[in-house]
């Protein structure tokens, strides 16, 4: 585990959702207040508002690394290549992208009403091992293309 999955993990456990613990590890190396970047991140937890659609987790690292290499020419089949390389990575990983097949087995409610954190819901969700994957995943990229050195 990396010293960023690790914050990753502890984000998540202090209550931020999924997307925010993956994007919030990364704002000092995209120049982003932790502030904003917790209200952007904000929506995406549960895959997107908790409808399980694709994980947040998910959705955080493409945030980042839309931060990281997007540029104001309208880069799209760059950026587009980037995502999918990432989400290939986590697939690979993971099995998935997509919250509901993630949490397959678990009872997994989309209702807006977030869960309660509990030693439970830790031990008996994917969730905490897939934000560290996240984060993990897109540090590995950014090493990889130099966008950020150890």
């Known amino acids: ?10 984000l998540f456990k202090q209550g931020y ?5 993956v994007l919030g590890v990364f704002c000092e190396e ?4 932790f502030e904003t970047a917790m209200k952007i ?5 549960g895959g997107m ?9 998910v959705s955080g690292m493409f945030m980042a690394a839309g931060l990281a290499y997007s540029t104001t020419d309208n880069n799209k089949a760059e950026q587009y290549k980037i995502v999918q390389e990432l989400a290939r990575r986590f697939k690979e ?4 992208i997509i919250c509901r097949e993630l949490l397959q087995g678990i009872e997994s409610s989309t209702s807006p009403i977030p869960s309660e954190r509990t030693e439970t819901y830790y031990k008996k969700r994917p969730c905490i091992e ?6 993990e995943i897109l540090e590995k990229y950014m090493l990889e293309t130099n966008k950020i050195t150890s």
């Open 41 to 45: 991140a904000s929506s995406f937890g």
């Open 17 to 21: 959702n999924c997307s925010q613990a």
């Open 130 to 135: 897939l934000v560290g994957d996240s984060v």
């Open 93 to 96: 990983k993971n099995g998935s």
């Open 49 to 57: 508002g908790r409808m399980r659609e694709v994980c947040g987790t």
């Open 1 to 10: 585990m990396s010293i960023k999955s690790e914050k990753a993990k502890e």
């Open 30 to 33: 995209l120049g982003l207040d």
